[in-house]
């Protein structure tokens, strides 16, 4: 059964950085792409990132370039996004999600449970 | 950038009755080379993630009830539930995947009436 489980998340000062993880099993890791989408409290579900399999080929949704980084370590099979500047807008739960090939195709399955970020002075 | 617009933002239906959900994009996420529209739906039930009901525009995934359908090409899409179930109560999203930035409507709540 192919498992996803974040963690790293917390409560941030307008600012500060934090770094996601996203821990996965029942599949192998270094043939997926992955991704991370977010979704704000009671508001819909937001494109953040994705990586390749091999790490190489990164994309980012405009809200976030140059503050966040998406990098994943196939030995370890953990996904991971450094997040640095935040700002309250970046208040959400982060999930981890599965593509469905080696390249960034962008359909999500599955989805982790989740890790709820908190920008708040 | 893509923008994805659902209708209704909420819909009360009747168990046992149908629900249809609709989705527009702002252009087409059909991709001629392959005739195959670049577009997905997902269900998020209270306190869970999102779970992929179907891809490609009308495939069910595995697992997936046979009443959830999903149909459309080009910028017209819908998601139809021909008989409500209870465990049917949910957030329904379409998302298109033809292009970065990946794009999501803005979600339906489905209730029973």
């Known amino acids: 059964e192919v498992q996803l489980l974040e963690s790293g998340g917390g409560l941030v000062q307008p600012g500060g950085s934090l770094r996601l993880s996203c821990a996965a099993s029942?599949?192998?890791?270094?043939?997926?792409?992955m991704s991370w989408v977010r979704q704000a409290p009671g508001k819909g579900l937001e494109w953040v990132s994705s990586?390749?399999?091999?790490?190489?080929?990164?994309q980012y949704a405009d809200s976030v370039r140059d503050r966040f980084t998406i990098s994943r370590d196939n030995s370890k099979n953990t996904l991971y996004l450094q997040m640095n500047s935040l700002r309250v807008e970046d208040t959400a739960v982060y999930y981890c999600?599965?593509?469905?090939?080696?390249?960034?195709?962008?359909?999500?399955?599955?989805w982790g449970q989740g890790t709820l970020v908190t920008v708040s002075s | 950038d893509i923008v994805m617009t659902q209708s209704p933002d909420s819909l009360a239906v009747s168990l046992g009755e149908r629900a249809t959900i609709n989705c527009k994009s702002s252009?087409?996420?059909?991709?001629?080379?392959?005739?195959?529209?670049?577009l997905a739906w997902y269900q998020q039930k209270p306190g869970q993630p999102p779970k992929l009901l179907i891809s490609?525009?009308?495939t069910r995934e595995s697992g997936v009830p046979d009443r959830f359908s999903g149909s459309g090409s080009g910028t017209d899409f819908t998601l139809t539930i021909s008989s409500l179930q209870a465990e049917d109560l949910a957030v329904y999203y379409c998302?298109?995947?033809?292009?970065?930035?990946?794009?999501f409507g803005q979600g339906t709540k489905l209730e029973i009436k």
């Open positions: 490609w525009a009308s």
């Open positions: 252009q087409s996420v059909l991709y001629t080379s392959d005739n195959k529209n670049y």
């Open positions: 999600a599965k593509d469905h090939y080696d390249y960034v195709r962008g359909w999500f399955d599955p």
């Open positions: 998302q298109q995947y033809y292009s970065t930035p990946f794009a």
């Open positions: 029942g599949f192998t890791f270094s043939s997926y792409a």
């Open positions: 990586v390749i399999a091999s790490g190489h080929t990164v």
